[in-house]
Nanobody
Framework: LMSAAGVWGGLVQAGGSLRLSCAAS????????IVWFRQAPGKEREGVSC??????????TDSVKGRFTISSDNAKNKLTVYLEVNSLKPEDTAVYYC????????????????????WGKGTLVTVSS
């Protein structure tokens, strides 16, 4: 149902940019939210960005504000959510996952991984210093 892929590979130098994409084919729910999570080695999975169809809300965790941009494209029952990541830092190194929550969802605070209904495969982003 959902798959996440990193465009241009997952290795980038500090200060660089890339775009992650998450394809959710067959995702026909009227109310949903897509959340990008990441998990660095030895750390808990954290939500970094969220976009909601329910109320149009978007949210970014503080460490990525101003550097990451989430957007979505929903056409012909194929939802694609992008995460543009700029000014990358070594601490952004992690496996990035997209996840979907169905039903009304307002993006704010810290998205909980256990609140998601669907998960895409992770994609590794490595930022070299």
């Amino acid at each position: 149902l959902m798959s996440a892929a990193g465009v241009w590979g997952g290795l980038v130098q500090a200060g660089g940019s890339l775009r992650l994409s998450c394809a959710a084919s067959g995702f026909t729910f009227d109310d949903y939210a897509i959340v990008w999570f990441r998990q660095a080695p030895g750390k808990e999975r954290e939500g970094v960005s969220c976009i909601s169809s329910s109320d149009g809300s978007m949210h970014y965790t503080d460490s990525v504000k101003g550097r990451f941009t989430i957007s979505s494209d929903n056409a012909k029952n194929k939802l694609t959510v992008y995460l543009e990541v700029n000014s990358l830092k070594p601490e952004d190194t992690a496996v990035y996952y997209c996840a979907g929550a169905t039903g009304y969802y307002h993006c704010s605070g810290r998205p909980r991984p256990d609140g998601m209904d669907y998960w895409g495969k992770g994609t590794l982003v490595t930022v070299s210093s």
